[in-house]
């Protein structure tokens, strides 16, 4: 066995962010040293001679080109910038560095200190005045969420919201926006606020620069000045660079890629974060949370990354908007589709075929998306001379259809849905299939420049039925989980420095934990589980309040009701004995949890390019996934609070530095996190899934604690682009029951987890890519000792969680290959390989008996995914 | 239900084809080692028989090694029964013969320590008829019914232990009548080759066969809880068993009733 515990994992990383660090800084337009000697020039003569001199270019607008303001000057080879402090020293103008140029504009704040502003420079008059609308993308219509909007020579920036929406106050005057956006060139813009103004952005698409890939949208200035902490953006192209197993683009696989992010093991559709159970973490397609997010037991997810248009996963502090989930929030995006023109793409990859049909209903005003996947194994069993596999089936197909109306300058709607379904069936006798369903109905409301609404309608569904049987006889057992919502989320950008977020939301759960079907002679008797059914109601408020510009404080709180409703009998358990049970008639309230979710967080920028955040935040959870298995298994079994199982809390604090190097091009950071949680659920030793005894009863509970050091660099700019991160983490729990009521390691507690993802554009036509993980092994219970029973062999376990599996570590390769671009049709072939050097690491570790020598006990690593090539196509037209 | 569950885990596994398993080195820790007692009474004449034993390393053999020296009493409505040492570790008498509704209680003591158990023989049921439907039949897994009829008066547990051509199966199923009571049920068993060597295979002619023990709670507590430690690391952590034996021993002392129906794979 390898040992887990490289501490020059740690070293290195540490060296390569120090080195970093030591880069110079160049030389800035202003820093240039001219002499010049103006006498009662013109405003514009005057620029036009400092930049015939110095070779910096000014950008201003007409306001100040037709000024008569008159300048006097007499400078001996001085820097500009005190030319140019000297020069506006008591005029209405401030000048400010826009990459290399410099722009002037005009500044009422001095107009009161002025002597000299002519009546024209002043009649712009005071006041403030709001600059609002939305971001979208020129070529498609989409709306585009995380866009940032940054003032010249002024603190203030804002983003567009999820929807595009971005509302801006400033005082009266000329300014100078710039808009950046993942995959747009950048849009700039010099605007005249002398009214409240509606300004529409289109930004074009950069061919260019989508093809030398940018990590995230969000721009190192908004890392550096927002208050959020431990969030990942991802953009499409992020997953679509990195090779995955039999091609399929993955967004779940890419988000283990995330510092902080950990997989459960080789092929598994789930992630853990900062240290939390995977039902930690809050899952939203379009809003409506989606139950289990893995096809053929999680070696895919549910997302067809072809619909996608953005992912966000919130691992820190979790805006006060969502609530519900421990650890994480992971919230992802639709595509609206096409409003300009009607488009078709698709592809064809090694198990699965990709369709996507776009485009406008009413050009430039509403547009459809229906994009589907299937798998097409299947296929290929037909082929064969089995019976057995011939008569087998195993799919999983996804169809996700989204359709949005523009109904006036103020209101648009949306309405989308999804569904997915996983078959595997042995001659249509055993046999298991789940799926999700989801559907969210969405409107959009502009009330003024200032306060933006939405409101939305969820429904929600995850089931799954396992048959098994024969010819005449069979069983089944069905399941399901169901919600229905509504959701109000309002944003007030109520002045320069505070911007509010307040709503509410109410869902309705029903949970059948199992129903058992009989057919035939079997002797089963037909049963249901008793339904669950609780009403969570929430109300939350937040403000980002800029306290200067170099402090910005973000506070809120989340107030949640989560209330049991009857019909149906709650046991109060003690001990795993059951101590009363109470019969409730329907619709009769059996007990509601109230909990507190404040949070706190706040950034203070230390200079241009870097800033320290920390934040406190306290979540609560109602609904808890209860699985006895290691694996994403889609018979996992949610479970909601009763009056025995109470609502998990959570309280996480972290410590944050943000460091933007080399002009820009790189983005370090380092994360420090602790969080501590209660009520955690856990099967007892021996417990039934199925029983018809009160759930409560084979359940354990307990707290759990988590803390690691998260390190990110990201280069986002230039032919090789990508990241890599490490995280040096622990987490454990101490359930009552379990390894002598003692701290023990969750099993996905992995000590050092790094990750390396790069992309090299060779030439227009080539990208490379490649990825390597490493990690330390889950944290699994390896037996210390065997004996005999019932005639056989069997294990003896002392120490919950304290062995290691082996060390796992990875290479994965990839080749994006351009085969043809024009505006009408464009295609590409995507070559990928997985572990290229074929590391056999462990899936399983077993212990058995020799198949040769019954009488010896042999220990037998399963591994799964060995060297694996594959090829895709993809078009677009 | 056990067998519902159990069926997505095989699933799981049969996709795995492209698994590849290879044998590694393994740094076996130091064990401290803990007694393991079976105890079992059955309604068959003179069935009455105790295993002591202890936990082994795991690079030691399979093979029983029992503990001698023991003092082990079965006792039964104040009768106490001295069993003897009929074998290295095995500890028998034939003058008991079980009753079913009857509570025995086990004693043990080994090396100073001492440990006790107790368990109740349920009423035997009928066994109706042992058969391999048509189409139930693979060589790497078939499937045999078994029939029989649950009580509805009493909860009933049972363990159904399976021989191929009276070979013993490691793979076992447990059931309970939550789902079940007062029925006449056709069970279906699987019976599978789980080995890599096709020279397991079940033939035609193969003898399957079905022991039926009727046990009691805590025993099919046991069992059903005796999954957790067959050395499958993937699936559910590993855990020790739920024993009826207090005192700090692993294993379990059952009073059961037993019946036995073959079928030939025809």
């Known amino acids: 066995m390898d040992k887990p515990e490289p501490k020059w994992f740690f070293y290195l990383i540490l060296c390569i962010c120090l080195g970093l660090q030591l880069k110079a800084q160049a030389q800035g337009p202003l820093e240039k040293k001219i002499s010049i000697n103006l006498n009662n020039e013109n405003l514009k003569t005057a620029l036009d001679k400092i930049t015939a001199l110095s070779g910096v270019k000014f950008t201003y607008n007409e306001q100040v080109a037709k000024s008569n303001v008159k300048t006097t000057i007499n400078a001996n080879n001085k820097k500009l910038k005190e030319i140019l ?37 002043r009649d712009s008059g005071h006041g403030n005045f709001t600059l609002s609308g939305f971001i979208k993308s020129q070529k498609t219509g989409e709306t585009l969420i995380a866009a940032t909007m940054k ?111 950990k997989t459960g093991g080789e092929g598994d559709g789930g992630f853990y974060v900062r240290g939390g159970s995977m039902d930690q973490n809050m899952i939203l397609l379009d809003e409506a949370p989606v139950y289990n997010t893995s096809h053929l037991f999680g070696f895919f997810s549910t997302f067809n990354t072809d619909a996608v248009k953005n992912v966000t996963l919130y691992k820190g502090d979790i805006p006060a908007q969502y609530g519900g989930g421990l650890s994480s929030v992971l919230d992802v995006k639709l595509n609206d589709g096409n409003n300009q023109k009607f488009g078709v793409s698709g592809g064809i990859g090694l198990i699965a075929g990709r369709l996507n049909v776009e485009g406008p209903i009413q050009k430039g005003k509403s547009s459809f998306l229906i994009s589907a996947r299937r798998t097409y194994i299947d296929m290929f069993l037909r082929l064969s001379d089995d019976p057995d596999v011939k008569n087998s089936s195993v799919y999983f197909f996804d169809v996700n259809a989204k359709m949005n109306y523009i109904l006036g300058e103020k209101d648009r709607i949306f309405i989308s849905g999804y569904l997915g379904k996983d078959l595997l069936d042995v001659q249509g006798l055993n046999g298991i299939r789940w799926g999700n369903r989801t559907g969210t109905f969405r409107w959009n409301h502009i009330w003024n420049r200032k306060l933006f609404s939405n409101t939305s309608f969820i429904y ?224 007892k030793n021996g417990a039934d899934v199925f029983t018809t005894q009160p759930i409560e009863s084979m359940l354990l509970f307990g707290v759990g604690r988590a803390y690691g050091l998260e390190f990110s660099l990201k280069k986002k700019i230039g032919r090789l682009s990508g990241w890599l991160s490490y995280t040096l983490s622990k987490s454990e729990r101490k359930i009552d029951g379990i390894n002598n009521n003692l701290w023990y390691n969750s099993r996905q507690d992995k000590t050092h987890d790094l990750s390396l993802v790069t992309t090299y554009q060779l030439s227009p036509k080539w990208k490379l890519s490649a990825n390597w993980v490493f990690s330390t092994g889950n944290a699994v219970t390896f037996p210390v000792g065997k004996y005999n029973i019932i005639d056989q062999n069997y294990f003896y376990y002392v120490n919950r969680n304290a062995d290691r599996m082996p060390n796992y570590h990875r290479l994965d390769v990839g080749a994006l290959w351009l085969l043809k671009q024009s505006k009408k049709f464009s295609s590409e072939l995507s070559f990928s390989v997985y572990n290229v050097y074929g590391r056999q690491n462990a899936y399983q570790i077993l212990f058995k008996e020799q198949e040769n020598d019954p009488t010896k006990t042999e220990v037998i690593r399963r591994s799964v995914f060995g060297f694996i090539p594959s090829v895709s196509y993809n078009f677009k037209f | 239900m056990k067998k519902v569950s159990r069926f997505s885990v095989l699933f799981m ?103 006790t158990a107790s368990s109740t023989m349920p009423e035997p049921v009928p066994f109706l008829d042992l058969y391999i439907k048509e189409g139930d039949f693979n060589r790497k897994s078939t499937f045999v019914t078994a029939k029989f009829k649950d009580p509805l008066a009493v909860r009933n547990y049972y363990w159904f232990r399976k021989y191929i051509n009276d070979q013993n199966q490691k793979d076992y199923d447990v059931l309970d009548d939550e789902l079940i009571a007062g029925q006449e049920v056709n069970q279906r068993l699987n019976f599978s080759n789980e080995t890599n060597n096709d020279a397991n295979d079940i033939k035609k002619g193969d003898q399957l066969r079905v022991d039926l023990y009727c046990i009691d709670v805590s025993v099919y507590n046991y069992l059903f809880s005796l999954y957790g430690a067959n050395g499958n690391g993937g699936s559910t952590a590993p855990t020790n068993p739920l024993s009826n034996i207090s005192g700090g021993a692993l294993g379990f002392f059952s009073a059961y009733a037993i019946q036995s129906r073959k079928v030939t794979v025809p």
């Open chain 2, 13 to 115: 596994f049969s996709i795995l084809i492209w698994s590849c398993e290879k044998k590694v080195d393994f740094d076996f820790k130091e064990n401290e080692l803990r007694y393991v007692i079976e105890g079992r009474i059955s309604n068959e004449p003179g069935m009455c028989k105790v295993m002591v034993s202890k936990t082994k390393e795991i690079g030691d053999g399979n093979e029983f090694k029992g503990l001698s020296g023991a003092v082990v009493k079965v006792e039964n409505d104040g009768q106490i029964t001295t069993l003897a040492e009929t074998a290295k570790g095995v500890y028998s008498v034939s003058t008991i013969n079980g009753q079913p509704g009857q509570t025995y209680k086990l004693t043990v003591v080994v090396e100073g320590q001492t440990f």
């Open chain 1, 460 to 683: 929600s569904n995850y089931d799954y039925i396992i048959k098994s049987g024969g010819r005449e006889s069979s069983l089944s057992v069905f399941s399901q989980i169901r919600d229905f919502s509504l959701k109000e989320d309002l944003q007030w950008y109520l002045n320069e420095r505070n911007s509010l977020s307040f709503g509410f939301s109410s869902t309705y759960h029903q949970i059948k934990p199992g129903e058992v079907r009989a057919d035939g002679d079997n002797g089963y008797i037909p049963r249901k589980l008793q339904s669950r059914y609780a009403l969570e109601n929430a109300v939350y408020a937040s403000n980002i309040w800029k306290v200067s510009d170099v402090l910005t404080v973000n506070y809120g709180l989340r107030v949640s009701a989560f209330s049991i409703f009857g019909k149906g009998d709650y046991s109060r358990v003690d001990q795993g004995k059951v101590i009363e049970t109470l019969s409730y008639k329907s619709g009769s309230l059996v007990k509601t949890y109230f909990n507190f979710e404040p949070r706190i967080s706040a950034a203070t920028q230390l200079d241009e390019t870097s800033s320290v955040k920390l934040s406190y935040t306290r979540n609560a959870q109602n609904l808890h996934l209860i699985s006895n298995s290691a694996s994403t298994m889609p018979t996992d079994r949610w479970i909601a609070s009763t009056v025995s199982i109470k609502p998990e809390i959570s309280n996480q604090f972290s410590l944050g530095y943000y460091k933007s190097l080399m002009e820009n091009e790189l983005d370090f950071t380092v994360e420090a996190y602790y969080k501590n949680l209660k009520n955690q659920i856990d099967y």
């Open chain 1, 85 to 121: 402090t000297e020069l506006f020293a008591d005029k209405p103008y401030s000048f400010t560095v826009l990459d290399k140029e410099i722009f002037i504009r005009f500044d009422p704040s001095k107009v009161k200190k002025s002597e000299a502003g002519s009546a024209a420079d």
């Open chain 1, 151 to 261: 003032v010249a020579g002024s603190s203030q920036s804002t983003w567009s919201n999820e929807y595009g929406f971005y509302s801006l106050t400033l005082p009266s005057g000329s300014y100078y926006v710039e808009v950046k956006a993942v995959g747009f060139k950048k849009y700039h813009a010099q605007i005249d606020l002398v009214n409240n103004t509606n300004l529409s952005i289109n930004m074009e698409e950069d061919v260019q620069e989508l093809e030398t890939v940018n990590i995230t949208s969000s721009s190192q200035r908004r890392e550096i000045e927002n208050t959020q902490m431990g969030t990942d953006r991802l953009s499409m192209n992020d997953t679509k660079d990195v090779p995955v197993v039999f091609g399929e683009r993955d967004l779940i696989k890419t988000i283990q890629l995330l510092p902080g992010v």
